[in-house]
């Protein structure tokens, strides 16, 4: 994976907002699929949370007041999205999703050993985490997507890296 | 040292563990059906506000319509009667009908409603015997009565006072403890004896200057619900100044409302009834041996008897003149002249008093000159 994060569309130029929208959404949607399917456990509800994503931020695109934060206010319904299907699940099977049975085994999506380990993380480094990774996300992006500021996404990040080393380390031995 | 995630960066290891559980993939997404949900949920965002108002007025028409079948429903059952001639309007709700002539002839009454049969009483009762007898253990009889001195009293022989007419009540409270056993009724008289099995309330109040008797007669077995509907209806009466301008002749102005019959005294003595029918007739049965209904003669032959009903075919009267001895029914003696008979067991038709083999003797000569309607 590439190590730098990917520049996003230039969603400050002119024109149609709706059109920077969809250059968003072309650009980000593989990334966006995998951050929603590492929070989901499932590639297809985390698809069907992507494109409802989508819908919702060009529904409400007109009550945008800053278009320079286009991708994370978009980011930051998608985690929204994704909290909510996590809680329909809760509803619905009384128990949160088990994100260790949730992928066939041809999928090249999962590996489920990892999946319960990175599971063991808190929730904000396990999203932190998820956001830099999957999503690409500088960690300025990052703060603005979660309200927090660019130290803390750092700091959460180191700690997050820390955790997950201790985990497998545990596991290892 | 400085952390490495502060450039944005991750060590191997967490690289290799996440990229291990989603692996990369190359999703594609399709911008167009995004678009076109987006464009159906902003049209039904849009749509939303009509729609709710659209929701909203139909309920508000439904309620309508709801609010308004159940007024025709009662219009359709119920009604509101009116009686510009006595001056009263009152509700009629079903199951109770409303007579549309005296049956009491001889009293005061001015209106009568009954869940039982309407049959006429004898004019020498206050109360229609027969129709209270028929109403049942369920059954309930409303009738309302009202004193017109001095006219009504001279005729009647009875003092005037106004001793126990109270101003109308709030309500016509009908209980138990309301019942009244009372069989005389200040400035009417008597009103004879309960039938059996019956409860009876007599209230005498003033309305607008007028005095008058609301009577209401229940079965046995009547619950309080049908006492209240009774409470109801007579709650629902409203009675105005008494009406001027009567268009009834003066000696006869005692008379009647429309589709009902009234007995009433004319200036030389002699017993009347007076009707004005529905369809606006006037009918006057008078104690004589000619008998006039709309100009139109209808004193039967020989001057035996004269019987007919009103133009709207609703009552009939029998005349008997002052020196009639025995009436007889089938035999049976039921009245002793002078006496205004009605009869309510052969009210349909004047055939069937006939076939019923009433008859009259000592018929004296009839009068030169027959009564007629003005």
Known sequence: ?173 | MPSPSSSGELDPLTTRTLDRMVRDHPWTGDWRRVRERADRSRRVHRGMPLLISAVAGAFLVILVIVLSVRTDTRTAADHRWSDPVNGISIDVEAPFQRASLALAPASHEILSLSTGPLLIGSPTDRLPTDALAAIGDRGVFITLHELEPPEDLVSTGEATHDIGYQQRPASFILSKRTESDSTVVPGYGPLGPRVPGTRRWVIPFTDHGRRLIAIVVAGADVAQTGLDQASRLLDSLQVSPRPVGDPIPRELRNGTSPGRARYIGTTDGRRAYVGIAKDGSMCILIQSLSLSCSGREIASKDGVVAIDRSAAGEWFGVIVPPSTGNVTVNDAVVGDGPQPILFSGVKSDPLLIRQNNITLAHIPSPPSTPVSAP
């Open chain 1, 1 to 173: 994976m590439d190590e730098t994060p990917a520049r996003g569309p230039d969603i400050a130029a002119p024109g149609d907002p709706h059109d920077v929208l969809g250059a968003l959404y072309r650009d980000r949607y593989a990334r966006m699929v995998r951050f929603a399917t590492a929070r989901l456990g499932d590639a297809e509800a985390a698809e069907d949370a992507v494109n409802d994503t989508f819908v919702t931020a060009l529904r409400r695109m007109d009550g945008l007041r800053d278009p320079g934060s286009l991708e994370a206010w978009t980011w930051s319904i998608l985690i929204n999205h994704t909290r909510m299907e996590r809680r329909r699940r809760r509803w619905f099977s009384g128990s949160p999703p088990d994100l260790s049975q949730v992928e066939a085994p041809a999928s090249p999506i999962v590996d489920r050993e990892l999946r319960e380990v990175v599971r063991r993380l808190p929730t904000r480094q396990r999203t932190v985490l998820f956001l830099r990774f999957y999503g690409d996300l500088p960690n300025t992006t990052i703060a603005e997507v979660l309200g927090i500021s660019t130290g803390t996404v750092g700091a959460t990040l180191h700690r997050a890296q820390e955790t997950l080393r201790r985990i497998l380390k545990e596991r290892t031995e």
